[in-house]
């Protein structure tokens, strides 16, 4: 039986980052807003508010959520390219996902922030030198220092952990 709430299996963070392995992460964060746009652009809103598994985000609150998340990944890169390992600041994404924003504003809004969102961050990780991948911040939360190599990785995950979301949801339910 497929595992609805890890489709793609949950993360695990390789050993060792080499720059190959980089610029795939890389380009899983370049096209990941085109390949959610294209899987939801079909969907009409009873599917968009369609619960990806029982008890799990609908549709809709995975496109926003991925939005929120992403702009905290690329803000904590950001960080971490500029200051001294520092503290970032953890945030309650379920609570995020029932605010009003998610609610009622169209998912077309977070999907065309993902697409600049992810141009800029892209432009960043193209241009970090080799030592700027050791270069880390303390997560509080999970009281663990990431260096920005493992941060990408995660990220490249986080974004296609949620469109499998997406997409086996579709073949589930017969939707084109």
Do not use: C
């Not at 509080?140 to 990785?153: D, F, V």
Request: proline residues 7%; aromatic residues 10%; hydrophobic residues 40%.
């Amino acid at each position: 039986m497929e595992d609805l709430r890890y489709p793609i299996g949950p993360f695990q963070a390789p050993v060792v980052i080499n720059a190959d392995m980089r610029r795939k992460f890389i380009n899983d964060i370049r096209y990941l807003p085109s390949l959610l746009e294209l899987a939801v652009q079909n969907l009409d809103a009873h599917q968009l508010q369609t619960p990806y598994r029982p008890g799990g985000w609908t549709v809709a609150q995975v496109v926003h959520h991925l939005a929120d998340s992403h702009m905290n990944g690329f803000i904590r890169i950001k960080m971490a390219l500029t200051e001294n390992n520092p503290t970032i600041k953890p945030y309650d994404e379920t609570a995020w996902a029932e605010l009003p924003d998610v609610q009622h504003v169209p998912i077309n809004m977070s999907i065309t922030l993902l697409h600049a969102l992810h141009a800029r961050w892209v432009a960043v990780l193209e241009h970090l030198e080799p030592g700027d991948w050791d270069r880390t911040f303390f997560h509080p939360g999970n009281n663990a220092s990431y260096t920005l190599s493992k941060h990408l990785a995660n990220y490249s995950w986080h974004g296609l952990h949620h469109l499998a979301h997406i997409e086996r949801l579709k073949e589930r339910e017969g939707w084109k």
